[in-house]
C-alpha cells in the first residue's frame, strides 16, 4: 500500500459538541469488522478515546506525547485493539503547546510521522473539543474532516465557527483538507424537530451529511464504562446496527 492510499479522517465537532468520540471508536471497529487496517489515534488530553477501549491512560509508558514530544515512531507508541492499533492519549499532552511553544513548524509534528506509516486503509484522529496546538496538528496532518453533529437545533449553532477555522487551515497550511461527512447523532425519528433538523442540515450542506443517522441508544452511552465497542457491549442494538451501516458507507469510498 502507497502512503497516500491510506485515507487520514480527523473527527471534529464544535466546542461542547457530543457523539465524537463514540464515532471514532465505533466507525474504527465497523471498518476493521469489514477487513480494513485501522490506525485510531487519540488527540485530545482527556483520553477519551483511550478510556473508551479500556486502557489506562493515566497508567501508561509510552503515548501520543511521546510521538510528538520525543520524536517517538507512532507505531511503537500504539497498541493492538481487536483488529485495529490505538495511540493511545496521556494527561501529559495537555501542556505539550507550552513545551514546543519554540519549536518551528509544531504544528506539523503530527502530518510528519503519520507521512511515515504504511499499511493502513484508514487513520482515524480523535481532536480535542477545542483550537490549540493539537487539533492544528490534527487537521494539517487529515485529509478529511467528519463532524459528528446532534439533530437538534442548538448543534447547528456552532458549525459556522468550525466551518470557518477548517477553511483557514485549508488556506493557510493544509490544501488538501475538505469536510467530507457529517454525521448525524441522537437521532429520533419520531421527533418531528429531529426530522426538520436533519431536511436543514441537508439543504445547507447538501450530500455531506450520510445517508446513514445514528439513533439515540442508550448502549452507547454505557459502552464506554465498560472498555468496550458498541459492538461488543450490544452487537444486536440500535447504536450497533448504526454504526455498522455506517461503516460501510464509508468504506465505499470518499464522498463528494
Excluded: W
Excluded at 492499533?85 to 505539550?96: H, I
Excluded at 466551518?163 to 441522537?186: C, F, H, Y
Amino acid at each position: 500500500m502507497k502512503k497516500s492510499d491510506k485515507r487520514i479522517i480527523a473527527l471534529c465537532n464544535q466546542k461542547g459538541g457530543v457523539g465524537k468520540t463514540t464515532c471514532a471508536v465505533n466507525i474504527g471497529a465497523g471498518l476493521a469488522a469489514l477487513g480494513r487496517r485501522v490506525m485510531l489515534v487519540d488527540v485530545d488530553p482527556q483520553a477519551h478515546l483511550t478510556y473508551a477501549l479500556g486502557v489506562p491512560a493515566h497508567d501508561l509508558k509510552q503515548s501520543l506525547y511521546d510521538v510528538l514530544k520525543g520524536g517517538l515512531p507512532l507505531e511503537e507508541a500504539a497498541l493492538g485493539r481487536d483488529g485495529m492499533l490505538l495511540v493511545p492519549s496521556s494527561l501529559d499532552l495537555a501542556g505539550l503547546e507550552m513545551e514546543l511553544a519554540s519549536v518551528p513548524g509544531r504544528e506539523l509534528l503530527l502530518r510528519e510521522t503519520l507521512d511515515g506509516v504504511e499499511g493502513y486503509d484508514f487513520v482515524i484522529l480523535d481532536c480535542p473539543p477545542s483550537l490549540g496546538l493539537l487539533t492544528l496538528n490534527a487537521l494539517c496532518a487529515a485529509r478529511e474532516v467528519f463532524i459528528p453533529l446532534q439533530t437538534e437545533f442548538m448543534a447547528l449553532k456552532g458549525m459556522g465557527k468550525l466551518l470557518g477555522t477548517i477553511e483557514t487551515v485549508k488556506k493557510r497550511l493544509n490544501p488538501d483538507l475538505a469536510v467530507t461527512g457529517i454525521i448525524g447523532t441522537r437521532y429520533d425519528a419520531r421527533k418531528r424537530l429531529n426530522r426538520g433538523i436533519v431536511e436543514t442540515i441537508t439543504d445547507r450542506f447538501g450530500g455531506l451529511l450520510f445517508a446513514t443517522l445514528i439513533r439515540e441508544n442508550v448502549s452507547l452511552a454505557e459502552a464506554p464504562g465498560y472498555g468496550q465497542t458498541i459492538f461488543e457491549y450490544a452487537p444486536r442494538s440500535y447504536g450497533a446496527q448504526d454504526f455498522r451501516a455506517l461503516a460501510r458507507e464509508i468504506a465505499a469510498g470518499v464522498r463528494s
